[in-house]
Nanobody, 124 residues
Framework: QVQLVESGGGLVQAGGSLRLSCAASGRTFNSYYVGWFRQAPGKEREFVGAIHWSGSIPIYADSVKGRFTISKDNAKSTVYLQMNSLKPEDTAVYYC?????????????????WGQGTQVTVSS
């Protein structure tokens, strides 16, 4: 059974940091892109960033560029989202997703696999 499991969410004050994890299991993801998305209440899902499992340079949405960093640990089959200088507007449920097609991951549509999400709340 293929699974993506996010963890690491929580409550943090503005200016603080969190690191989210996306642990993959059930298949080989070497040819996959892994993307991070977030969805705040009443808002559409937003692309945060993505990386190819082979280690390409990550890409980021403008709203998080310079504050968030995506990395991966092949040995642990885990992709991370390091979030620094958090703002209240970063409050959302964060999801990871995996698909071999970049356009699917970048657009968040027709993605092969989604995680269940993890809540991030940033207080002012």
């Amino acid at each position: 059974q293929v699974q993506l499991v996010e963890s690491g969410g929580g409550l943090v004050q503005a200016g603080g940091s969190l690191r989210l994890s996306c642990a993959a299991s059930g298949r080989t993801f070497n040819s996959y892109y892994v993307g991070w998305f977030r969805q705040a209440p009443g808002k559409e899902r937003e692309f945060v960033g993505a990386i190819h499992w082979s280690g390409s340079i990550p890409i980021y949405a403008d709203s998080v560029k310079g504050r968030f960093t995506i990395s991966k640990d092949n040995a642990k089959s885990t992709v991370y989202l390091q979030m620094n200088s958090l703002k209240p507007e970063d409050t959302a449920v964060y999801y990871c997703a995996a698909d071999p097609r970049f356009w699917a991951v970048a657009g968040g549509t027709k993605v092969d696999y989604w995680g269940q999400g993890t809540q991030v709340t940033v207080s002012s």
